[in-house]
């Protein structure tokens, strides 16, 4: 069985790798094998002329101080009108270029097609009556939460993934109000625009849908960017233009595509090539070259720049039986608009069956810097991970902030001035979490504690606080 998951990840790779070329070397992942040994945290003007001279007596010397006066004059005039057209110049110079950037961005899309599916509506949502544990399927094993504050209001927003329901948890720090979104339905993933609205993606294995939801004063709009399939992973990012993208597998189909949503209300996509990955993570830089990082196995990097796309293998993952290594949860983050930095989660796998059968399994953050070859990973947070999934954005001034579940508590990690350093929060959690850094300096975090639990966490001037939305 090894060897064939092995050879399934190798498969969807070649095939993948048909639509692109190729080189070597939301997020929430699958609970994976059993944890066994867990290591805890150790906690880580023209100038404006006035004649003040006496009127003039025809002398000389007036005559000649009057004509210089007036020269003066009209020559800054003509220097101001001159920087003036100097100005508008720059200023018309300065917008070619950017409609031109514009238009050449266009062109990068020139061959995505309209999807066919149902225009813009309003959502509306149903009471919410706790979880519910539907059949075994893709959809009801996926589970996930996503974080944001509505601009508008101020309100928190935390939507969780769980037994095939997606809920709604709105909150001011007081009260909660939950709502039930729709069932079944996959994992919830968010991005953030220039207003710092929350954009969610989720799949509907109902309609078979991959929906877009975001709230405008105060009523919730939805949109399809694919409407054809199943979706097992996917994840959403806005670029510098504030348009929505989307990537995804397409399980039916066995294809990766990427939708965008444009200025015109219209989705649309192409396929990136065959097969697709277990997890996707997605970004966009602000010269709108898109980044994509997924695992099977293997963990491997996508990138689209003028219109072409490229894959790489970033770290090779492999089953041996008895000893095991694999990647999960990736993270690809963009900071200070250019910067491209990768985090995931790498896990290492030992049996020992004789003389007494032993199992050990240690989970760990890595990260990547500036991924280009030869991507080297670093181990810069200390403590090992309970569970595969963990979640990483950008923040002001480039900062990167990660959520970790090391043992049954959530732990915090922050990259400032290129240097990380990591903290309890005390609270306990961590589970299946994402993360959203404000402008504002508060860091937010929803996820669940080992019970089922749906937790709200905020840092606010140096304090971690804790909000409980749903107890089971």
């Not at 039930?180 to 509907?204: I, K, L, N, Q």
């Not at 090539?273 to 491997?300: K, M, N, P, Q």
């Not at 990768?342 to 007494?356: M, N």
């Not at 954005?393 to 902030?401: D, E, R, V, Y």
Request: aromatic share 10%.
């Amino acid at each position: 069985m090894l060897y064939r998951v092995a050879i399934i990840a190798l498969t969807s790779l070649c095939a993948f790798c048909v639509a692109c070329s190729c080189g070597g070397s939301s997020s929430t992942d699958d609970p994976g094998a059993p944890d066994d040994d867990v290591a805890a945290d150790d906690d880580d003007s023209a100038e404006g002329g006035t004649d003040d001279d006496a009127p003039d007596d025809d002398t000389g010397d007036d005559d000649a101080d009057d004509d210089t006066s007036d020269d003066d004059a009209d020559d800054d005039v003509d220097d101001d009108i001159d920087d003036d057209a100097d100005d508008d110049a720059d200023d018309d110079a300065d917008d070619d270029a950017d409609d031109d950037a514009d238009d050449d961005d266009e062109d990068w899309y020139a061959d995505y097609q309209p999807t066919d599916c149902v225009a813009k509506d309003n959502a509306a949502f149903g009471p919410f009556d706790g979880f519910h544990d539907g059949p075994v399927t893709a959809a009801t094993l996926e589970q996930g939460t996503a974080v944001g504050i509505d601009p508008d209001d101020q309100t928190i927003l935390v939507f969780a993934a769980q037994g095939g329901t997606l809920a709604l948890f709105e909150t001011d720090g007081d009260a909660v109000t939950p709502s039930a979104v729709t069932e079944p339905a996959g994992r919830p993933t968010a991005a953030y625009d220039s207003d710092e609205r929350m954009h969610m993606v989720y799949g509907d294995y109902d309609t078979h849908e991959l929906a877009l939801l975001v709230r405008r004063d105060g009523v919730w709009e939805r949109s399809i960017a694919d409407c054809d399939d199943e979706f097992l992973s996917y994840d959403v990012a806005i670029d510098h233009l504030d348009r929505v993208h989307v990537l995804f597998g397409a399980q039916s189909a066995n294809e990766t595509r990427h939708a965008v949503l444009f200025e015109d209300g219209i989705w649309r996509a192409a396929t990136v090539g065959d097969g697709y990955v277990e997890r996707i993570s997605l970004a966009v830089d602000d010269a709108g070259t898109v980044h994509a990082a997924g695992t099977l196995i293997s963990l491997f990097y996508l990138k689209r720049v003028l219109g072409t796309w490229s894959l790489a293998t970033v770290q090779f993952g492999y089953f041996l039986g008895l000893y095991n290594i694999y990647y999960n949860s990736p993270e690809v983050v963009v900071s200070n608009g250019v910067d491209v930095n990768l985090g995931f989660t790498e896990t290492e796998e030992s049996y020992v069956p004789i003389p007494k059968p032993y199992h050990s399994i240690y989970r760990k953050f890595k990260f990547i810097d500036n991924v280009v070859p030869p991507y080297d990973a670093t181990y810069d947070l200390s403590g090992y991970l309970s569970q595969v999934a963990m979640s990483m954005t950008g923040g002001p001034g480039g900062s990167l902030h990660v959520a970790r579940p090391l043992g049954s508590s959530l732990s915090y990690g922050i990259r400032s001035s290129g240097t990380w350093s990591s903290a309890g929060t005390g609270h306990g959690g961590g589970r299946y979490s994402d993360i959203f850094a404000g402008v504002d300096g508060r860091v937010h975090v929803s996820h669940y504690d080992d019970a089922g639990e749906v937790r709200y966490s905020v840092l606010d001037g140096g304090t971690w606080s804790l909000h409980r939305l749903y107890i089971p």
